[in-house]
């Protein structure tokens, strides 16, 4: 299996819609993610409507890694973030992926996987560059629970 | 953005690393070469950008221009640049190990591009093409 990914330096993001005219939960955004070697900080997912933060949730390498209850540091992984019931609904949104305390370096570093078309955007026919593939990621979404 | 693809085997465990494909073209910084010195260089990137300038004036480098260490993957491809039209770099043509077999020595100025590709049997770097 071959992965394309994007080491994190600065910053990621992923804009995305929801077309439905349906109101979500949101459970969880699970962001699949390249740890190489466990890099030092802290790492931040945070969701955005209109530019203005919804949500956000950090974790460290070592939280990954105890996910999977593994001391091994070459992961890759849609790795769970617990957003707490976040109502959505129709519109745009933005994830961005940030960190503190992190430096990028060859030996250690965070990335976040691309895949060739997401999920939550319409269908193109016009086959993209590999540079405008979409950032991976999948949103769990509580279909039982009414909002209050 | 870097891009890079990583190519997870049969049988992966996450105990070490994935081995990262050629793929992905990094661009690097400037980087200052010294007389016969060598250019900086990944063994795992298959297509680097590598930007020089001599240091302190213009230099020519060593004969093994990326060193004589090897392991590059087979294939690599390396486009060098010079940045600078005094502290230009020349990089010499060389029929012994490690060495370039570049059609007459290259001198980058600013602006010149010098394309090189490394055959691992042969262990030479080939000429692919400059644009000067």
Known sequence: MKLLVDTLTSEHEQIFSLTNDTRYILEEIKTYLYMHNAPAGTFTVTLYRNDVELASKSFTSADIKASLNTDNNYIHVFYPLDFGFTPLSKGTYKIKLTSSGYTFSESAYLAWVKEFESIYQEFSSAIPLVTDYPYSFRLIMNTNRELT | ?132
């Not at chain 2, 073209?25 to 020089?52: A, C, K």
């Not at chain 2, 001198?107 to 055959?119: C, M, P, R, V």
């Open chain 2, 1 to 132: 953005m870097t891009l890079k693809v990583l190519n997870f085997p049969d049988g992966f465990t996450s105990a070490t690393a994935p081995v990262e494909l050629g793929g992905a073209i990094i661009v690097y910084d400037v980087e200052s070469i010294i007389v016969s010195g060598s250019v900086s260089s990944s063994l795992t990137i298959g297509f680097q950008q590598r930007p020089v300038i001599g240091d302190g004036g213009a230099v020519t480098t060593a004969n093994d221009v990326f060193g004589s260490v090897g392991g590059w993957l087979n294939g690599t491809q390396i486009t060098l640049i010079g940045t600078d039209d005094t502290n230009t770099v020349t990089i010499p043509f060389s029929n012994t190990a490690y060495g370039c077999l570049v059609n007459g020595n290259a001198t980058l100025e600013n602006g010149y591009t010098l394309t090189l590709q490394w055959n691992e049997t042969i262990e030479r770097w080939f000429e692919i093409s400059r644009n000067f």
